[in-house]
């Protein structure tokens, strides 16, 4: 009977400290959250006026560096998004199960997964190499690791339009074209948009892929042929050097890309809202 | 004698898998025709060889002869795009596209004719109107398709494959998915369909073949077992098979 | 019947969509031939020896990549046998222990975690994470210095215990900095736990409840029932999202360049160190010559050959979950 109560006593205290430790991961974690978001607005803040929309990286402003981010993920992704669709579309649309199309996904995977500072060595290698460094130099490394993404991400989506959506278009007599098109597109469309915004979220923050292709410039510059300032490499050049302005600068720089990160984010989760 | 629609020896395969074996049938002009029968005997399958729309899919394909006045359907050089408009189909589930009431109907018009604005309206109204749908909607014609209700949003498609003016429709169990109220609507108007129209429908309703169908073919296992108009299969069925499915009912 | 017309529509789109696919895989066989070549003097001078050479020596041009990659999957083997225990919490928290609403609002915010760029992290390593790392470094400097002596004196006396000197003093010896191997794992740690975390909550939100339920109908606690009935069955799921952390944290450049010290060698976890991603960004735009920059390059070449291993390797487990029921 004895026996009987003290297992009892054992199981419950394991049962207990298990849940203990599961409630501790979630309350360390948040407060590590917390604590980066707290030092980001309040280390961020510190250099936040008007100067940093005015002035450039050369006078304690961030205008250049926003300037050039904003253009090369801008541009990336209107490169990138249209292919990476279009090449979801290939795969979810095929008629065969040809190897082409799972070579293309696996291929897709890879480049995924491929760490973003490769893919910077590899359009230096190819471009900078032979030319310079260069605003499209950066394009394009943000191109190829934006692409992957949304091509996957595309791909999810339009698997779930359904079959019978497309035969009812097809059974009119319309050619499968346009049923993607007019038909596929549009159902799947708050998708696609969603997998557009996420990727630009993320290339924004990108900083290893420009560091060897658009490289920096202190001064305004609109030249996609010469280097071009951006926010994250900003950050890289100056938050380790030992000027309190510099790194106060990177850290306001920091507070801006983090806070263009999340709200992408939050819209694309409200884009994607249940609608119903 | 050479008649309206005619399948001759068809056999329908999935890869090297048979699903239909030696479909021999005729289709009457303006008559409906109801295709019965258990879960897999084939009757989907068949009615989608007609209006070729497994080819959508790899590893599917049919053998034999399919004739609409004479002319084979199955040639290679038939566009498959034309055949559609001439026959098409209304799905199990109600399917709108995402647009609005009025572009559901335009959208396949606009890619097969050049219509002026007023013709398009017209030829709208008409279909809405063939498919007793047009009372419901007449006001709200750029509202979305979606926000009908599953009846209403099935007399859409019907209305949709109108608007393109077939002279096939293939219903492949176009109320199962539908209340009563909405599933004797639906009959009603199938029923007045026929005269411009002649329909081939599967159902696995045998009240429903009984009440709307002019012929009825009755499949198993892919294959047809029996045929004969609508009156003398239900009341005198020959073959064993259909007595133990009719009778089951 | 009219011949065929909309076919060219047909013809023209899927060519389209056809050939962007193939710029993937013209994307990819570019990058991997462009790699091998801007690294072939690397590869040419120093051969398969570069691997396991700690050499790192850019005035007398000797280069061997054996620092990096240990520096590499330590710190990302470190960050692992932190995250793991972390995400495992989190997601039997948010896919048992919580109601439904407030587990919803836990997740979110995890994911929010997911979306903030490494360089964010990494310039808040280096000023919030390393100078704590730094106070436990200075606490840890006379403990190093006694342990130092103590095992001078097992020397003195010829005793066989000196032979774990080196084993402890790798774990106590610092330079008080805040760099070191400990610091990148943590941060790395930190980045990789909402990945893992958010597939570990898929995982274990694919069991099946029956199985679940019929553990607790005989009495068991939700601690016996977790260990017992859930990891088993979940097991080459939650394998398979651990294992795609690893390859995240293996190539993770940003967070980990500012507090890792950028020192070609690993000789303790409180001393500097450095990864191939990160010598890459620290070293590559000040290389120069053939050699450095090649070097450095093959180094790429070597990380991406380790993380393609890793991403096939966590599909065979993520697949193999995948089939056992639920989609993930």
Known sequence: MSLLIKSSITRRIKNQLFTLFCWLTAIVSILVLLNILFTLLAKGLHSFNIEIFTHDTRNLGLRNAMIGSLMMTGIAIIVSAPIAILTATFLVESKKKSRLVTITRFTNDILLSTPSVIVGLFVYTIIVANTRFSGFAGIIALSIIAMPMITRASEDVLYLVSPMLKEAAIALGIPRWRVIIMITYRSAKTGLITAVILATARIMGESAPLLFTSAKNSFLSFDLTRPLESLPVMIFENAMQPYPNLQSLAWTAALMITVFVLLMNLSARWIARDKT | ?249 | MKPPSNFRGDKYFFGLAASMAFSVLFIFILLLASLVLFSWPSIREFGLSFVWSDQWNPVTNQFGAWAAIVGTLATSLIALFIAIPFSMGIAVLIDELMPRKIGKILARTIELMAGIPSIVYGIWGLFVLLPWVQQLQLKLIPIANEMASKFDALAHDGSWLVAFKPIVMFFIQSIPTGSSVFAASIILAIMVIPLISSIMRDVLASIPSIMKEAAYGVGATRWEVTKKIVFPYAAPGLLGATILGFGRALGETMAVTFVIGNVHSLSGLFMPSTTISASIANEFNEAVGTLYPAALVETGLLLFAITFIVLIISRMFLKSAKSKGGKI
């Open chain 2, 1 to 249: 004698m050479s008649h309206y629609f005619e399948v001759k020896d068809l056999h329908f395969f999935y890869g090297k898998v048979a699903a239909l074996a030696k479909i021999d049938t005729t289709i009457e002009k303006n008559k409906t025709t109801a295709i019965i029968g258990p879960s897999g005997s084939g009757k989907s399958t068949l009615l989608r060889t007609f209006n070729r729309i497994y080819e959508l899919y790899a590893g599917q394909s049919a053998t034999g002869k399919i004739l609409l006045n004479g002319q084979s359907l199955l040639a290679s050089n038939i566009d498959i795009n034309q055949l559609r408009k001439k026959i098409s189909m209304v799905f199990q589930k109600p399917t709108p596209f995402p647009m609005s009431i009025f572009d559901n109907i335009t959208f396949a018009l606009k890619l097969h004719e050049n219509l002026t604005k007023s013709e398009l309206s017209n030829k709208v109204e008409e279909a809405l109107v063939q498919a007793a749908l047009w009372n419901e909607v007449k006001d709200k014609l750029h509202s979305a398709g979606t926000s009908l209700s599953g009846g209403q949003q099935q007399r859409l498609c019907i209305a949709r494959t109108l608007a393109i003016k077939p002279d096939i429709l293939l219903l492949d169990e176009p109320t199962s998915a539908l209340d009563p109220l909405s599933t004797g609507k639906i009959e009603d108007l199938i029923h007045e369909l026929k005269k411009e129209y002649t329909i081939i429908m599967v159902t696995h309703n045998l009240r429903q073949a009984q009440r709307i169908s002019d012929k009825t073919i009755f499949m198993a296992d892919g294959k047809i077992v029996e045929q004969a108009d609508t009156h003398t299969l239900f009341t005198q069925p020959k073959d064993p098979q259909t007595i133990h499915y009719i009778g089951n009912e």
